[in-house]
């Protein structure tokens, strides 16, 4: 088996090492362009039923940073899952930034160019990157929608066909407009994988490895939705509803919070079937997740 083909599937030796987790940890992630931003949040949870608990304080995108830098020093054997897209779409015109002779040809190589273009951003922004004149011609911004741009809701990866089967609402990395758009926290969050890059693995862009971290990106609302919450609502903002999300996932009562906003509660929530979801080998292997897609747009965690 190539390198790019163990990428794509989990290592395995005295069986499965998606039992092996002790921690699982969900980050609720943000792409607003400031030091520390609201949106951003950390739940912990371990090995059990006792719920995870909210890693309560202001954080910044470089507090995240050295956060899963010291736990991958430690070797705390977390699965930690992100919020974010750690990719553009590849697949379906066989290239990140068609046109553009620097696009990047897989996951790690189109996080150096974000990280290295957007270098003089503060805050691990990437208002640099969008603003190149080659990368902005494929974005919708605001007042500035690229000719490149193919209209209607834009390119989506192959697993955010997936998001859409399983009756989620995905939005397409390169809209960088309106609320519900993740492109921003994507970029924002390939400068972090970027200066992650070589301490903790992300799957499937990396094999599923037998001791210390990985990451996973997520999806909170999937979380959301596979605890019981209806299609429409998918924000839990008080405890009692917290606690029936829980429930679903095995999670004992949470410990009152010192705010019930979608931030921490997506994060707690994820967290918990997170401790769940690693248990459950056929999430590790998903159908549609070939060799070349886990080497250039990656994959959802939960998403079959």
Same mark, same amino acid.
Request: net charge neutral; hydrophobic share 45%.
């Given at each position: 088996?190539?390198?790019?083909?163990?990428?794509?599937?989990?290592?395995?030796?005295?069986?499965?090492?998606?039992?092996?987790?002790?921690?699982?940890?969900?980050?609720?992630?943000?792409?607003?362009?400031?030091?520390?931003?609201?949106?951003?949040?950390?739940?912990?949870?371990?090995?059990?039923?006792?719920?995870?608990?909210?890693?309560?304080?202001?954080?910044?995108?470089?507090?995240?940073?050295?956060?899963?830098?010291?736990?991958?020093?430690?070797?705390?054997?977390?699965?930690?899952?992100?919020?974010?897209?750690?990719?553009?779409?590849?697949?379906?015109?066989?290239?990140?930034?068609?046109?553009?002779?620097?696009?990047?040809?897989?996951?790690?190589?189109?996080?150096?160019?974000?990280?290295?273009?957007?270098?003089?951003?503060?805050?691990?922004?990437?208002?640099?990157?969008?603003?190149?004149?080659?990368?902005?011609?494929?974005?919708?911004?605001?007042?500035?929608?690229?000719?490149?741009?193919?209209?209607?809701?834009?390119?989506?990866?192959?697993?955010?066909?997936?998001?859409?089967?399983?009756?989620?609402? %995905?939005? +397409?990395?390169?809209? !960088? #407009?309106?609320?519900?758009?993740?492109?921003?926290?994507? /970029?924002? @969050? &390939? *400068?972090?994988?970027?200066?992650?890059?070589?301490?903790?693995?992300?799957?499937?862009?990396?094999?599923? %490895?037998? +001791?210390?971290?990985? !990451? #996973?990106?997520?999806?909170?609302?999937?979380?959301?939705? /596979?605890? @019981? &919450? *209806?299609?429409?609502?998918?924000?839990?903002?008080?405890?009692?509803?917290?606690?029936?999300?829980?429930?679903?996932?095995?999670?004992?009562?949470?410990?009152?919070?010192?705010?019930?906003?979608?931030?921490?509660?997506?994060?707690?929530?994820?967290?918990?079937?997170?401790?769940?979801?690693?248990?459950?080998?056929?999430?590790?292997?998903?159908?549609?997740?070939?060799?070349?897609?886990?080497?250039?747009?990656?994959?959802?965690?939960?998403?079959?």
């Amino acid at each position: 088996m190539g390198a790019r083909e163990e990428a794509a599937t989990p290592r395995r030796r005295d069986g499965d090492a998606a039992l092996s987790f002790t921690d699982f940890i969900a980050i609720d992630w943000s792409g607003q362009a400031v030091e520390r931003p609201k949106g951003l949040a950390v739940a912990h949870a371990r090995f059990g039923d006792v719920a995870p608990v909210l890693i309560d304080r202001p954080w910044s995108r470089a507090d995240i940073l050295a956060f899963l830098d010291a736990l991958a020093r430690a070797g705390t054997r977390a699965l930690i899952g992100l919020d974010l897209s750690p990719a553009f779409p590849f697949a379906d015109a066989g290239a990140y930034f068609p046109g553009w002779e620097a696009s990047p040809a897989d996951g790690p190589a189109l996080w150096a160019l974000v990280d290295h273009l957007s270098a003089a951003d503060p805050h691990l922004a990437a208002t640099s990157f969008v603003q190149h004149p080659q990368a902005r011609r494929h974005f919708r911004q605001m007042g500035d929608c690229g000719d490149l741009f193919p209209g209607g809701r834009g390119r989506f990866r192959v697993c955010e066909v997936g998001q859409e089967t399983m009756a989620l609402s %995905p939005y +397409s990395c390169f809209n !960088l #407009v309106g609320a519900s758009q993740v492109g921003k926290s994507s /970029l924002t @969050g &390939m *400068r972090v994988l970027h200066r992650l890059r070589g301490r903790i693995g992300l799957w499937p862009f990396d094999p599923l %490895p037998e +001791s210390g971290p990985v !990451l #996973v990106e997520i999806y909170t609302s999937l979380a959301a939705r /596979l605890a @019981g &919450m *209806r299609k429409g609502i998918s924000k839990i903002r008080d405890a009692a509803t917290l606690d029936a999300m829980l429930a679903a996932f095995g999670s004992a009562p949470h410990a009152p919070l010192p705010r019930y906003d979608d931030h921490a509660t997506d994060a707690i929530l994820s967290a918990a079937w997170l401790r769940v979801a690693a248990r459950q080998p056929g999430l590790w292997e998903p159908a549609a997740l070939t060799p070349e897609l886990a080497h250039t747009e990656g994959w959802t965690f939960g998403v079959l």
